[in-house]
């Protein structure tokens, strides 16, 4: 876990340099003044913060990182390994943000810092240059995606896995490798991650048509709205059957739904991680793929990639495709937005639990910070979940407190992330549920993972996952149902009481 000695005030994180003459920042892409000077020292972002809760150190706050930043933009100080470990040591997930009066626009001004340390005052690194070369590389290319995920899954079976289970090769592997290999979910074959396989679970009269430009699903009867899907690079080839589930729904909901076959990764990782012109180009990319689609909205199912698209917008306010860019923005909505508000049919299926049938499916909510935090979007996930017939849901304590993922943090910052994880755990425990919805990717790999170490048998699932068990696939469809797929380590999937439509 990165630490930092308590003895640590605001600004003793650069006490050994002297104060640079003039503001640290250059002009590229700097933290805006007035958004630094926004800040008006309360506090109430200290509670709400979880290196503050865990570290009690004032630099390991909102209010201590944006002190340092001052203090880059005034001269006053200059970069130092101290500094730049406060920096790094934020989650990036926005709690902050809601509890503060003064509307602080605390992600934008820390991301902006990270891509000026990251151009002119981080050191080399072996790891930071691979994990820089995979996000540059890998993320904005589908098809590599395709062939890592494919990689991976060669590695989850027979001799490698094998191999990769045995004491002696988890010993000689760095930390971040063993747990990056044992959060990853089973990996499908690609055929089977392919959205074209939405098309034999649409209801009935529903149909796809797929073009040079990418995939189109049309409901049966007059479409109510018109979206584009982002598919998202990490939920297409790890969560593939989740992003089906969100398709098919949508459709059951009356939505015509446009998959554009240029759309690229969202760049919430480059952003966070300070790679500002990887995360404008992918955003450019984006901006372009969609402004063709003429739709209504603009959905995903993945809360980090939510927040991202909506920042696209600020990202690229002063770039020529700065237009193009608000208009994704603007549109953006959570799945879980949508079909709430377009509205889904009576649910087919009565959900049970899982060990016994007798009683109903007790279900807790996690608030991903991105999805509560970055969009503000509570209502309308819990709002579908108490729909469903057979569902109990319950409230889980703080279940918008960071589970400790945000994004890769859980494989560079692995102390404090699972600092934060057991908190989480330790809160799902008091619920007693069968089944915790967390629509987020990340937080679904690292909460999965912590959860079966602690041989707990409450399953991790996405909202859509649990709204399909409803809504099962075989009803009327032109192929069997299928179950949706369970994080890694999970118990299986909701039980439901009836596969047609339920009784009257």
Same mark, same amino acid.
């Given at each position: ?25 250059? &002009? ?7 958004? /630094? !000077?926004? @800040?008006?020292? %309360?506090?109430? $972002?200290? +509670?709400? *913060? #979880? ?26 100080? &200059? ?7 406060? /920096? !790094?040591? @934020?989650?990036? %997930?926005?709690? $902050?943000? +809601?509890? *503060? #009066? ?26 930071? &240059? ?7 590389? /890998? ?366």
């Amino acid at each position: 876990m990165s630490t930092a000695p308590a003895s640590h005030g605001p600004d003793s994180a650069s006490r050994a340099i002297a104060p640079a003459a003039r503001s640290w920042f250059d &002009a590229e892409d700097s933290p805006a003044r007035r958004e /630094l !000077d926004t @800040c008006i020292h %309360c506090g109430l $972002c200290l +509670t709400a *913060c #979880p290196t503050y809760r865990t570290l009690k150190i004032e630099p390991d706050s909102p209010r201590g990182r944006i002190y340092l930043m001052r203090g880059l933009a005034d001269g006053r100080i &200059a970069p130092s390994d101290a500094l730049i470990e406060h /920096l !790094d040591n @934020c989650l990036d %997930c926005r709690a $902050c943000e +809601t509890v *503060c #009066p003064a509307g602080v626009p605390y992600s934008r001004m820390l991301e902006a810092a990270r891509g000026q340390l990251n151009r002119r005052a981080l050191r080399f690194s072996p790891l930071r &240059a691979l994990g820089e070369w995979a996000l540059k590389t /890998l993320f904005p290319e589908r098809e590599r995606m395709h062939f890592a995920a494919d990689l991976l899954r060669l590695g989850q079976r027979g001799p490698i896995a094998a191999l990769m289970r045995s004491p002696a090769v988890r010993r000689m592997l760095p930390p971040f490798a063993v747990q990056g290999y044992d959060m990853t979910p089973p990996i499908l074959p690609r055929a089977e991650r392919a959205l074209e396989r939405v098309a034999s679970d649409l209801p009935p009269g529903a149909r796809m048509e797929s073009s040079p430009h990418g995939l189109a699903f049309h409901p049966a009867g007059r479409a109510r709205a018109r979206v584009a899907f982002f598919t998202s690079c990490v939920m297409e080839v790890m969560f593939p059957r989740a992003n089906h589930e969100a398709v098919r729904l949508l459709v059951l909901a009356g939505c015509e739904v446009a998959v554009p076959g240029d759309q690229t990764c969202c760049g919430a990782l480059h952003a966070h991680a300070g790679l500002r012109s990887c995360a404008k180009a992918l955003a450019r990319r984006n901006a372009s793929a969609f402004a063709a689609s003429g739709c209504d909205f603009i959905v995903t199912d993945s809360a980090g990639c939510g927040a991202a698209l909506r920042e696209c917008g600020h990202l690229l306010h002063d770039d020529e495709a700065a237009a193009a860019a608000a208009d994704l923005a603007r549109k953006v909505r959570d799945v879980s937005e949508v079909l709430a508000d377009v509205g889904l049919p009576e649910p087919a299926a009565k959900l049970r639990a899982p060990a016994d049938p007798a009683r109903p499916l007790r279900v807790a909510y996690h608030d991903p910070c991105h999805l509560a935090h970055g969009q503000g979007v509570r209502t309308p996930p819990r709002a579908l979940l108490r729909r469903l017939p057979g569902v109990e849901l319950t409230d889980l304590p703080n279940s918008d407190w960071c589970c400790g993922s945000a994004g890769v943090y859980s494989l560079t910052h692995p102390g404090m992330a699972d600092a934060q994880l057991a908190g989480k755990l330790d809160a799902i425990a008091q619920t007693h549920a069968d089944v915790v919805v967390v629509s987020n990717p990340g937080c679904l790999l690292h909460m999965a993972r912590g959860a079966k170490a602690r041989g707990m048998t409450t399953r991790m699932a996405h909202l859509v996952d649990v709204l399909g068990a409803a809504y099962p696939a075989g009803a009327g469809a032109t192929g069997p149902a299928r179950e949706p797929a369970a994080a890694p380590g999970a118990s299986p999937p909701p039980t439901a009481t009836a596969r047609g439509p339920a009784a009257s």
